[in-house]
């Protein structure tokens, strides 16, 4: 609920709703919040992120709402070894391709501190690398 008045982007809009109160509030205080949407890629049952088959009509209606400015799309990677990543990478890849122009979409976020070089050899140009900056979370009681 306070997102939009913290946030300059929230990137992990993954459906319709979560557009539409995102908007809704972005109105109230008269705020354009740029977004990424979170893509499942791999389409893992614990993960968010909206299934890459449903994509096309979530660009399509995130297109009408006036408070919201879709930049690009977002992906976490899987907790899989490093060269098992790609191809699900490869494939973020292509589908960012494939809504780019016809949606002007500049940013692919992909990758974490674990992932974030196979990443940009695949075509990220948003990479999150907290872990390494920051270091391993701590376990709180």
């Keep these: 609920k306070k997102a939009v008045d913290v946030f300059d982007m929230i990137e ?5 709703d979560t557009a ?4 809704k509030r972005c109105d109230a205080i008269n705020k354009i919040m740029p977004i990424l949407i979170e893509v499942n890629i ?17 660009l399509h209606e995130i297109a009408f709402l006036p408070n919201l400015e879709c930049q690009g799309l977002m992906t976490l990677g899987q907790n899989l070894p490093l ?11 292509k589908l960012f391709d494939s809504y780019k122009e016809k949606y002007h979409l500049s940013i692919l976020s992909m990758g974490m501190s674990s992932s974030y ?13 907290g872990t390494l900056i920051f270091g391993q979370r701590r376990a709180y009681p």
């Design 12 to 16: 992990t809009v993954d459906s319709i």
């Design 83 to 93: 060269e098992k990543i790609r191809p699900y990478f490869q494939q973020m890849k």
């Design 117 to 129: 070089k196979i990443a940009i050899e695949e075509g990220a140009n948003l990479v999150r690398i």
């Design 20 to 23: 539409k109160e995102i908007d």
């Design 42 to 58: 791999a389409k893992e049952p614990s993960k968010f992120g909206c299934m890459p088959e449903d994509l096309p009509n979530l």
